[in-house]
């Protein structure tokens, strides 16, 4: 592509991803964000929880000025907890809701411009009970958000029986539950994931296409599924080009293109798409950072 990626979108990173131990809400936060909104590169962060109002405030007044987007991602206060929206205990799932309503009102704070979230664990035998569990607690977290500005709630691809084994999941439901969805509420959307795709045990095109309405937000990364025994297995986004992995420049660059021919990469409304990668082991954050900008370089210059 020869015209500037930055026509087509915002590039941003997942701050608590690209930075060990900041998931919980803790951690030197404000440290590591200043890092982010110093680099040109990226004009957009994704963040989570800040347990201190004080490093909010700051946070959101270094995002501000720095001329920077920035979204929200409630994932980690499901994922750190082992809460779960869909689960069928009617007292934790209402626990679990409680908590992403508490996001989004961080999420207002920081002037975030969408709000996402993942779908629980579930079992094969009682995955329905748990598809209208689902659609329950999302219905929940669409009026909360609404009731308080116009920011969208986006529900996070996951893969369903490899790691998070979320249950959403494969595309059949994930259409199911946006179609839903979006007949009633108009602030939702899907997130598409390129290093979920794999997971889920479907191509780009099979992943992307039948949900192509519903998508508002997208992440790059990279997962190794060869073999359980393969180091850095499962969700752990890994820097692209690791070794057993899935993703590098060629398939990020054909995520990429589906996304520009679908329409969601626009000059008119550039949307946010964001590096979800995770240094392995001792690796320095830098340097998967690094790694990250450099395969995007190439690989817009294939799309």
Known sequence: MEKSMRRYMKVGIILHMAYNGLATGEGPILECLKNI????YFEAVEVTQMKDPAVRKAAAEMIEGAHMSVAYGGQPRMLTTGMNINDLDEEKRRAAVVSLKNGIDEAYELKATGFSFLAGRYEEETKEESFEALLKSTRELCEYAKSKGNMPVILEIFDY??????????????????????????????????????MLHETIEESILPIKKYIKHAHMGNTVIKSPDCEGYGDSHPRFGFPNSENDVDELAKYLRVLLEIGFLSEENRPIVSFEVKPWRDEESEVVIANAKRTLNLAWELV
Do not use: Q
């Not at 909104?37 to 040109?40: A, F, L, M, P, Q």
């Not at 059949?172 to 959307?189: M, Q, S």
């Open 161 to 198: 029986d490899i790691d998070k084994k979320s249950l959403i999941g494969p595309v059949h439901l994930a259409k199911r539950y946006a179609a839903t969805i979006t007949a009633e509420y108009d602030n939702f959307g899907l997130m598409v994931d390129l290093s979920h795709i794999p």
């Open 37 to 40: 909104v110093t680099d040109e």
